[in-house]
Nanobody
């Protein structure tokens, strides 16, 4: 059974940092692109960041470029999202997702498995 389990969310003040982790099991983690998405209250889920299977290539939505870093450890079947200089508008439930292929993507339809989400709240 495939499982993606996010952790590391919480409450932080604006300007602070958090590191999200997503531990995967039951799938061939090392041959899949991985992504992070988020959904704020009353809004649709949106793409945040993605990384290809070798961590050679990454992609970020414009609003997080220079503040967030996606990385992965294939030996640990884990993908990370290091978030710095957090802003209140980063408040959302953050989801990790496992891709259907080796490559990264901004499209939700290119991801076959999703975690349950972890709440990130940034206070002003």
């Amino acid at each position: 059974q495939v499982q993606l389990v996010e952790s590391g969310g919480g409450l932080v003040q604006a300007g602070g940092s958090l590191r999200l982790s997503c531990a995967a099991s039951g799938l061939t983690f090392g041959t899949r692109g991985m992504g992070w998405f988020r959904q704020a209250p009353g809004k649709e889920r949106e793409f945040v960041a993605a990384v290809d299977w070798t961590a050679t290539r990454t992609d970020y939505t414009d609003s997080v470029k220079g503040r967030f870093i996606i990385s992965r450890d294939n030996a640990k079947n884990t993908v990370y999202l290091q978030m710095s200089s957090l802003k209140p508008e980063d408040t959302a439930v953050y989801y990790c997702a496992a891709g259907r292929s080796r490559w990264y993507s901004r499209s939700e339809t290119d991801y076959g498995y999703w975690g349950q989400g972890t709440q990130v709240t940034v206070s002003s």
